[in-house]
C-alpha cells in the first residue's frame, strides 16, 4: 500500500567523492535532510588510482570500465570496502545512523552479468530486482542505507554496476509505497546546453526535449545513459529527479535540471 511518505535518493559521484571538502558538504547537507533517505555512491576515479597502484591498468571503451576480474576485485575493494566505509563512518559522526551495503548484502539488489553487446563489458551487472521489503524494513527503523556500486547475480558472483542505474532501480522499487525523489549530484550546476559555460543550465528537459538535443549533439557520452535512467524511473512511479552541483542539497536557490516526462 503506497504512503504519503516521501523517500528521498542521492546519488554522488567520483567527483565528488575525490574532493574532500565537497564530500564533507554535501554529506552535511544530506544528513540534514528529514525523513527517510539513501545514498548512492560512485568512485570510478579512486578505483582507477588504486587499479595504477597494484599494477593493474584501467580499460575503458566509451567512457565504460571493462571489469576483468581482477578489475572487479580492486572495484569491489574501493567502493564496497575503503570508500562505502569512509562515507559511513563521516554520516555517523554527524549524527546519521547508516549502514554501508553492496547488493549482496541482504540479497537486496540482483543482477545480471551485462549480455547480448557487442564489447565484453566483463564483470558488470544490470539490475534485474530490488529486495524492496527488506530496505522498507532498514527505512522504517530510521536507518540510512548508503550503496555503493556493487551488486550480484545470486550465484555467488559480485558485478561492478552503474551508481545511476541503481539509484534508477533503487527509486523504482520503493514508488510502490513511497513519493520517491531523486536528486543526481555531480560537479556541474545541472544538464549544460554548453558545457563550457557552466551556468548554460537547462532548467528542465522532457522526453522529446531529450530526444531534440541528443540529435543536435547537445547531450551525448556519459550523460546519455544518466538521463536514460531518470526518464526509465519517472515512467514507473518515481515522483521527482533533479540533476545539480552537489551543494544543490542544501541550497534552496540553486541552479539545478528538472526531469520531466
Do not use: W
Not at 86 to 100: E, F, P, R
Not at 142 to 171: E, R, Y
Amino acid at each position: 500500500m503506497k504512503t504519503n511518505k516521501e523517500v528521498t535518493l542521492v546519488k554522488i559521484g567520483g567527483n565528488v567523492i575525490d574532493d574532500a571538502e565537497a564530500l564533507t558538504n554535501t554529506l552535511m547537507a544530506f544528513a540534514n535532510i528529514k525523513g527517510p533517505k539513501i545514498l548512492v555512491h560512485g568512485g570510478g576515479k579512486e578505483a582507477s588510482r588504486m587499479a595504477q597502484k597494484l599494477g593493474i591498468q584501467p580499460q575503458m571503451i566509451d567512457g565504460r570500465r571493462i571489469t576483468d576480474a581482477p578489475m572487479l576485485d580492486v572495484a569491489v575493494m574501493t567502493y564496497a570496502g575503503l570508500l562505502n566505509k569512509k562515507i559511513v563512518a563521516q554520516l555517523q559522526a554527524l549524527g546519521t545512523s547508516s549502514i554501508g551495503f553492496s547488493g549482496a548484502d541482504g540479497n537486496l539488489i540482483l543482477s545480471e552479468k551485462r549480455k547480448n553487446t557487442t564489447t565484453d563489458f566483463g564483470f558488470v551487472g544490470d539490475v534485474v530486482s530490488v529486495n524492496d521489503q527488506m530496505l522498507s524494513m532498514f527505512l522504517e527503523e530510521g536507518i540510512v542505507p548508503v550503496f555503493c556500486a556493487i551488486t550480484h547475480d545470486g550465484a555467488g558472483q559480485l558485478l561492478n554496476t552503474n551508481a545511476d542505474t541503481i539509484t534508477s532501480a533503487l527509486g523504482v522499487a520503493l514508488s510502490g509505497k513511497y513519493s520517491v525523489k531523486i536528486t543526481y549530484c555531480f560537479e556541474k550546476k545541472g544538464v549544460l546546453i554548453n558545457t563550457e559555460d557552466d551556468n548554460s543550465v537547462i532548467s528542465t528537459i522532457t522526453q522529446s526535449k531529450y530526444n531534440d538535443l541528443i540529435a543536435i549533439g547537445a547531450i551525448h557520452s556519459g550523460m546519455i545513459p544518466k538521463l536514460d535512467n531518470c526518464f526509465y524511473a519517472l515512467s514507473k512511479g518515481v515522483q521527482q529527479i533533479i540533476i545539480g552541483h552537489h551543494s544543490v542539497i542544501g541550497e534552496s536557490n540553486a541552479l539545478y535540471t528538472t526531469i520531466q516526462l
